[in-house]
């Protein structure tokens, strides 16, 4: 059974990046053809995918994001980050990862504030 768990700090301040880990148990993020993606949801509002990284260590992202995220993995940890740069408020919300569509982590909480 996979499971994904999110870690990272619950509060960051405007204009500082946001860092948050994924780790996984239950597969490997090399298995081949397996994706994992970054996905949020702010109050009010629905699911924001972010961006995928494949198993090949490939990645895309959120057009709207693209400027601002970087997802990179180490697979000697079996973990895959999320960096968000110049966050706002607007960046508030619960974090997700995931892998494929099907197996998602409890979310984090990210709040962007002074």
């Known amino acids: 059974q996979v499971q994904l768990q999110e870690s990272g700090p619950g509060l960051v301040k405007p204009s500082q990046t946001l860092s948050l880990t994924c780790t996984v148990s239950?597969?490997?993020?090399?298995?081949?053809?397996?994706?994992w993606s970054w996905i949020r949801q702010s109050p009010g509002k629905g699911l924001e995918w972010m961006g995928v990284?494949?198993?090949?260590?490939?990645?895309d992202y959120r057009p709207s994001l693209k400027s601002r995220t970087s997802i990179s993995r180490d697979t000697s940890k079996n973990q895959f980050s999320l960096q968000l740069s110049s966050v706002t408020p607007e960046d508030t919300a619960k974090y997700y990862c995931?892998?494929?569509?099907?197996?998602w982590g409890q979310g984090t909480q990210v709040t962007v504030s002074s």
């Open positions: 995931t892998k494929g569509v099907g197996y």
């Open positions: 990284i494949r198993y090949d260590g490939s990645t």
């Open positions: 239950g597969d490997s993020i090399t298995t081949s053809y397996t994706t």
